[in-house]
């Protein structure tokens, strides 16, 4: 693999840091700089930012809005956003619906969505998990049940993130015989959260937050047109959504960037003439994870490679979605190392930009344990680890 970038990629990175030193708005930047929280506003800010410029949509095909871009300029522009405090684009919509919907979906779909997926016009949310159907999500209880030209939709989906922002949450619905195999009577349709029938209920995390909801539907009738493609073939569909998601879950880019956060913060002498990277045990922490980072960007450089010529991400986006969290899991410990005890004073302000009261130790040292916590769930949503160990045996190994 050829890693030094040719004349015209360098002048595509000179281009990109410019456009994003003179756009980006700085407010932004520092809520994701520091880990602050961000609210929809912000995102759909950059969002159309981007859109207006044309590099929204990176990996979408070029007729429907996409980039064009090689595999190595996607690469810069990943590392670019990332060094720059840009946020990364909402997945719901641009990832991981839009995939399915200018794949599978008909004509008339694609025009009403996906323009406004493109300008954040119009925000998705996930119906896929349940209360007893997450990592068996083939064993969802759902039901989509015909009536004249609808269907009528019953059952609870859970950990719905931003689900009380979204306009639309495309979902798995159970359309065929219940004595049929789990995964060959499912549908993959797209629902108006404003629907009659529809309650989202609040899931409020350890930082006081509400990320996460549980969506309840009761006699919700849904147009048949929503439906994506043929009835009972939606986990067809599923499994290249979740593998575009699985993808982005490994997030290289930011990784580096906190690594080298990791390693500023820790390079910092104390009061005693040293730094926590004099210690050895440290310093080998800090050296094995950026081995780790580096074999993982590599991989992510040839699955680039392999969407840019039209492919879906096959079974390596398992092994970025386990490498990618298992790593970013590993920094937020780093972290937690070198704010110390003063991770331990949780102060819910803190995470606020107008927070202007006496930060408890170093600033942001006092968010690293909220994260840390709540980081935990990324081995296990797109699919848990274990889940992406199996499909690793199955369509890598044989097994």
Not at 207 to 227: G, K, L, S, Y
Not at 336 to 357: C, K, W
Request: hydrophobic letters at 40%; one cysteine or more; proline letters at 4%.
């Amino acid at each position: 693999m050829d890693i030094d970038f040719s004349p015209e990629e360098l002048a595509f990175q000179l281009e990109a840091r410019e456009f994003l030193k003179t756009k980006l708005p700085a407010n932004i930047a520092n809520k994701v700089k520091k880990g602050l929280h961000m609210v929809k506003d912000d995102f759909v800010t950059w969002q159309k930012i981007l859109a207006e410029k044309g590099w929204a949509a990176v990996n979408w095909p070029v007729e429907h809005g996409g980039t064009g871009w090689t595999s190595t300029e996607k690469y810069i522009w990943s590392d670019e956003c990332a060094a720059a405090g840009a946020p990364d684009v909402v997945s719901f919509g641009m990832k991981m619906v839009a995939p399915v919907i200018y794949s599978y979906g008909n004509e008339e779909q694609k025009q009403r969505f996906l323009p406004d997926i493109l300008n954040s016009n119009v925000w998705w949310c996930q119906g896929y998990s349940e209360p007893n159907a997450g990592s068996d999500l083939a064993s969802l209880k759902t039901t989509a049940v015909q009536d004249g030209d609808d269907y009528i939709i019953n059952g609870t989906k859970t950990w719905t993130t931003m689900g009380h922002f979204a306009d639309w949450v495309f979902c798995l619905v159970r359309t065929g015989a219940a004595d049929a195999k789990n995964q060959s009577s499912i549908s993959f349709v797209l629902v108006d959260m404003k629907t009659p029938g529809i309650t989202v209920s609040p899931i409020y995390l350890l930082d006081e937050q509400r990320e996460v909801n549980e969506v309840h539907f009761d006699n919700v009738r849904v147009p048949i047109a929503n439906r994506i493609g043929e009835e009972n073939k939606g986990w067809t569909y599923a499994k290249v959504l979740l593998t575009h998601e699985r993808t982005g879950i490994a997030r290289v880019s930011w990784s580096k960037q906190a690594l080298l956060s990791v390693k500023a913060k820790a390079s910092q002498v104390s009061e005693s003439g040293e730094s926590l990277m004099d210690n050895a045990i440290f310093a080998n922490k800090v050296a094995e994870l950026e081995i780790d980072l580096l074999a993982l960007e590599y991989t992510e450089l040839r699955t680039l490679a392999a969407v840019s010529t039209g492919k879906a991400p096959g079974p390596e986006s398992s092994i970025l979605k386990i490498k990618g969290s298992e790593i970013a899991q590993m920094i937020d410990e780093l972290k937690m190392e070198v704010a110390a005890n003063y991770s331990l004073p949780f102060i819910p302000e803190q995470f606020s930009e107008d927070f202007d009261g006496t930060y408890i130790g170093p600033e942001g040292a006092a968010n690293t344990a909220p994260l840390y916590f709540n980081h935990r769930k990324t081995t296990i949503y797109g699919g848990s680890n274990e889940v992406q160990k199996n499909i690793i045996c199955k369509a890598v190994l044989g097994l």
